[in-house]
């Protein structure tokens, strides 16, 4: 790809982005059935990052439901379309019908766009990075469609080695098993290229379509973003918390699940037959005798009815005078009842809570050694109100999708989106317990 000013397709201000002396990106050979080839770039050091995150997210508890927390206050009530009006006291946001807008009513009608959006979002708080598709029309006008690729499906091209420029995402469902001919190949722009920039290319090149992504702040990375609340998965914390169901299972699995042992004396036998008989019988009788015995033992001891129940064993004397019991029962102490490991789990469960940002008490847990480990209403109340005060600068990005269409085809500048959020409050101000509040 050609350069067409001094800044276009460069993502971010991070020179590392487009690192060309990386060994990583040097080194691979182009190989059809590889998982690494000479076009993309690895995202992980087998090429499936995001497929081994996801297998151990979809296992792990309170990073699921933590996960969902994350994805529903950043989408809050849904994309809503808001006009700026300046006023004398200042700028003014006015929600208005999309309807209102036949274009742009249209298009969302046509890309299911509340779908999109939230299924946007979602990409976001999990990879922190999303691939929308940009379709044009023939004449590169306007946007006529726009499309979510799923960001563990994607990766990106290896910068170009004369430019140092990402050109092109490659999209395959099955990167563990890659196929070059089943892999598609589409037309990658910066989000630092401006509409203008973007449409001439398209025109000169006849782009049909591409995509920009969405992406966090890069800092250190060179292609893909590190998500920081992962850091659970990466410091061991989130092994912890899956030792401990899959060590319980095994444990049950394998116990030896007895209630009782029962000791029964020899003597009781020659007690019970007398002497001579039991002296008469045979080995296979006498099993039978016993088993027999511990049948019946077992029968006593059982049930709902046996509570309360006492059993009755006679004692005896050695020769040397000393007592021995006939039968004795003694109870197995049940080892898994005294809930081994759980605090262990439980504190990996608000570590893993706390590096999202998601306070325990939204899911009904707390942090551990709290006095109310449930939390009241009113902390669920804080907490969900802070953590949508800290969505703004994630809401910035996936809303920059609605901001360029909206520049591309045309629309008025005034309207831009939003996602306002569930504002929380007590009955006595609000019967309905809350109202709707935009960041």
């Known amino acids: 790809m050609e350069r067409i000013s001094s800044n276009i397709y460069a993502v971010g201000n991070t020179v590392s982005f487009f690192d060309k002396k990386s060994s990583r990106h040097t080194s691979v050979k182009k190989k059809k059935g590889s ?19 996801y297998k151990k997210l979809v296992k792990t508890d309170a990073a699921v439901g933590g996960l969902e927390v994350l ?51 979602a990409d976001y708080e999990t990879f922190n990075i999303c691939y929308p598709e940009y379709l044009l029309s023939p004449d590169k006008s ?14 990106l091209s290896i910068p170009d080695q004369k430019t140092g420029l990402i050109n092109y995402v490659y999209i395959n469902s099955d990167w563990e098993n890659y196929d070059e001919d089943l892999t598609e190949k589409v037309q990658f722009f910066s989000p630092e290229v401006s509409v203008e920039e973007a449409r001439e290319y398209c025109k000169k090149k006849n782009i049909e379509k591409f995509i920009i992504p969405v ?18 998965f990466r410091n061991g914390w989130v092994d912890v918390v899956l030792s401990v169901p899959e060590f319980k299972k095994y444990m049950f699995e394998n116990q030896i699940n007895l209630k009782h042992l029962v000791y029964v004396a020899d003597d009781f036998f020659s007690h019970k037959y007398g002497q001579n008989i039991w002296q008469e019988f045979d080995e296979k009788t006498r099993e039978e005798k016993r088993v027999e015995l511990v049948g019946k033992i077992d029968e006593h001891l059982s049930g709902n009815k046996a509570s309360g129940r006492s059993l009755v064993s006679p004692y005896f004397r050695d020769g040397n005078g000393n007592l021995i019991k006939g039968i004795e029962v003694v109870p197995i102490d049940d080892k898994i009842k005294d809930g081994n490991f759980l605090p262990d789990a439980a504190s990996g469960n608000s570590q893993i809570l706390f590096s999202m940002g998601v306070d325990p008490c939204l899911l009904g847990a707390g942090i551990p050694g ?19 005060s800290r969505m703004p600068i994630r809401r910035a990005r996936t809303l920059e999708i609605f901001t360029r269409i909206r520049d591309w085809n045309g629309w008025n500048e005034n309207l831009i989106g939003k996602f306002p959020n569930i504002n929380l409050t007590t009955l006595d101000k609000n019967p309905n317990g809350s109202n709707e509040q935009t960041y």
Do not use: M
Request: aromatic letters at 12%; proline letters at 3%; hydrophobic letters at 30%.
């Open 370 to 388: 709290g006095k109310n480990l449930s939390g009241s209403g009113s902390d669920k109340r804080e907490a969900y109100t802070i953590l949508c």
């Open 142 to 155: 306007k946007v006529i469609s726009v499309k979510r690729h799923q960001s563990a499906y994607c990766r």
């Open 215 to 232: 992406i966090a702040p890069l800092t250190n990375e060179k292609n893909y973003p590190v998500v920081k609340w992962h850091s659970s």
């Open 71 to 121: 994805i529903s206050a950043h989408y809050g009530t849904g994309f809503k379309l808001y006009e700026e009006i300046e006023t004398e006291k200042g700028v003014d946001l006015r929600e208005r019908l999309i309807r209102s807008f036949p274009d742009i009513h249209s298009f969302f009608k046509q890309v299911r766009w509340q779908i999109f959006i939230s299924e946007i979002v």
């Open 35 to 53: 998982n690494d080839t000479g076009e993309f770039s690895a995202w992980g050091e087998d090429n499936l990052s995001p497929q081994n995150f």
